[in-house]
């Protein structure tokens, strides 16, 4: 017979019998600065459990991880490796979120509304044995690490967590959950990193160890075959990255349904594969039909729905269809102003669109002001070396130079190339696209010389780190040869 559902406080109280069984007590009084927990547990080796509980059937805000995110960086400090974040719902949870409650180390549980929590969610089971029989060094690492990634020290991390994956397969072995879940999160921070290739590498083999183990229909293979495909995207073999998409799109269909929030981010990423090899024909349909569906199931004011038509802003954008693109970018900025505020990265994001948008139609001085606003809060909100901050910087330098000042433009990509360098290393993308443009304004102030130097050195970079079919090698290689030609 099929258990009826239930509600937060019966679902407490029965977590609650479990755990006592274990030897874990109910501590309410012990909570993380700025969250209150529906379940707080303490047992008797000093290890803590705090617990948020959504049971309902609306998707997800992203709001709750960032909750979570800051209380999992505060339990790192002041309960160092003896803590779990929990979060259980019965609510639809997007690929986004269960990305991100991965990489910050919340547990996540995604619960039928019908279980019987007389007997531990599975996950909850294997996030207690592991804290349980995790050694004291493996602990220390796993706060450093934690706080690392909440710092954005992005190589810090990934040192450490080779050194974590390292221990637990000693302790483990190779296909242990446990282990598996920190390959997810190294392959992440290797992307981060400007390892793309060691971040294919080992998604290939999450994939193949998911699909081995769990099957194919799995969610968690079907969550590694979308990662696999954002990695081949990212190093430029859009050729393996469209046919996985396609899968992904075709395996949440099945899984979940043609409205579930996951099938419409897969369908999202599949119209965005498809934009960057220039098949708008398929890719700007996908965009409209997910752009409509998140309405009708999200809302107008998601934020979600809001990035969907933001993508389709950008593909109106693409071909050149600015007529559409503008309105849809202005209408996106204003959205988000008001819904998100005027502060949130993707409010920035959106003004940082809106500006290119009105470069491109020749608005140059409109263009112009609102670069350097949007340069300005970034940062004040995210400081001088943020990513977003060093786009701003270039973007701006590239009005710059549209409009002739090319002695600002310079001094301005000089400074961006320095930085992004310093920050991101000199093989990563906005590295190299930086160098790109530096070139194109050395070229256009008469100095063809040191702009054939600089693009030379930068498509040795990018074919050694991207290969040959990445689409910023290909931009690049393209972008010297008309160079050279012009010379000639």
């Known amino acids: 017979m099929m258990n009826s559902p239930q509600n937060e406080s019966q679902v407490v109280a029965s977590i609650l019998r479990a755990l006592e069984n274990l030897g874990w007590s109910e501590a309410r009084e012990i909570a993380p600065a700025g969250w209150q927990p529906d379940l707080v547990a303490v047992n008797g080796g000093g290890s803590l459990l705090c617990m948020e509980i959504r049971l309902g059937r609306q998707p997800l805000h992203s709001q709750i991880v960032r909750l979570l995110e800051q209380a999992r960086a505060d339990l790192a400090s002041s309960w160092p490796g003896r803590s779990i974040v929990a979060l259980l719902t019965t609510n639809p949870v997007s690929a986004r979120l269960r990305s991100v409650s991965t990489s910050s180390g919340i547990v996540l549980i995604e619960a039928e509304s019908t279980h019987d929590y007389r007997q531990l969610p599975s996950e909850l089971a294997q996030a207690l044995e592991t804290l349980e029989n995790r050694p004291s060094g493996e602990v220390g690492l796993t706060n450093k690490a934690t706080l690392a990634i909440q710092a954005e020290r992005w190589n810090d991390a990934r040192d450490l967590y080779v050194q974590i994956l390292e221990g637990q397969r000693n302790m483990l072995g190779d296909d242990h959950p446990v282990v598996l879940e920190t390959k997810h999160r190294l392959a992440f921070l290797l992307t981060q990193t400007g ?53 992904v799109l075709s395996e949440r269909v099945q899984e979940l349904g043609e409205d579930h929030p996951d099938t419409l981010t897969a369908r999202n990423n599949l119209a965005y594969a498809y934009q960057e090899v220039g098949d708008f024909a398929k890719s700007i349909p996908l965009l409209q039909t997910t752009l409509a569906d998140r309405e009708r199931i999200l809302g107008n004011e998601h934020p979600d729905t809001l990035v969907s038509r933001n993508n389709l802003a950008y593909a109106y954008y ?27 990265p993707d409010t920035l994001t959106s003004r940082n669109n809106l500006a290119s948008a009105y470069e491109a139609i020749g608005d140059l001085s409109r263009a112009a002001s609102l670069y350097e606003g949007t340069l300005r809060d970034r940062i004040r909100i995210l400081g001088s070396d943020h990513p977003a901050t060093l786009t701003s910087r270039n973007n701006l330098a590239s009005a710059y130079e549209a409009i002739g000042d090319l002695s600002r433009a310079i001094s301005l990509y000089e400074d961006v190339l320095t930085t992004s360098v310093r920050v991101l290393g000199e093989h990563h993308p906005d590295s190299l696209t930086v160098r790109n443009n530096l070139a194109y304004a050395y070229q256009a102030a008469g100095d063809v010389d040191r702009a054939i130097f600089l693009l030379e050195d930068a498509l040795e970079k990018s074919l050694r780190v991207f290969g040959d079919k990445h689409r910023l090698t290909a931009t690049i290689r393209s972008n010297l040869n008309h160079l050279r030609h012009d010379e000639n």
């Open 318 to 344: 693409a071909i050149g269809d600015l007529e559409r693109a503008v309105p849809l970018l202005e209408q996106v900025a204003v959205d988000r102003m008001r819904i998100l505020g005027p502060d949130h």
């Open 195 to 247: 390892d793309p290739d060691g971040a294919v590498r080992l998604y290939e083999q999450l994939a193949e160890q998911r699909e081995r183990a769990l099957g194919s229909g799995h969610p968690k293979t079907i969550e590694s075959h979308s990662n696999l495909a954002y990695s081949y995207e990212t190093v430029g073999d859009l050729g393996r990255a469209i046919p996985l998409y396609g899968r």
